[in-house]
């Protein structure tokens, strides 16, 4: 067999050269922190993706507990297992779906509050431009 070659030292300086082109630093606590702080789906609002990540929520709120199971013997066998940790899987799914309806509730309740002040932010601004005129034509 041939021997394969690694440059430690030049992948440790395209590392090194990575992280500080991306900006991370000693003080970043947790590796979730680095991904949102530079993540631009983090630092910005995207009315569209809002919306379709709202509907996807709303329709995938609810998890079953039970999906089919089908084939012989190993269909079978996992029919058995459900059926043994069922009393702790059905509440554990109750509860996520609890929690599930009750952000999504959430979420659609802050989308709806940014679809009014959206509409007052407008409904403002055309008042700003007719004051401004009206103003002009004061002055003038």
Known sequence: MSEIKVDVNKIMEEIRADIKAKGYTDETNAWGEVVRENDPHWRHYDEKV???????????AS?????????????????????AISFDIVP????????????????????????DNEKEKAAMK??????????AALKG
């Not at 998890?63 to 059926?83: L, M, N, S, T």
């Not at 055309?126 to 103003?135: M, Q, S, V």
């Open 126 to 135: 055309a008042e700003i431009e007719a004051l401004k005129k009206e103003i």
């Open 50 to 60: 809002l919306k379709e990540k709202l509907f996807l929520s709303n329709c995938r």
């Open 92 to 115: 554990i799914v109750q509860d996520q779906n609890a929690f599930n309806e009750n952000i999504t509730h959430v979420v659609n309740m802050l989308s709806a509050y940014i679809d």
């Open 63 to 83: 998890v079953p507990a039970y999906h089919e199971i089908r084939g012989g013997a190993k269909g079978a066998f996992k029919k058995a297992v459900r059926k």
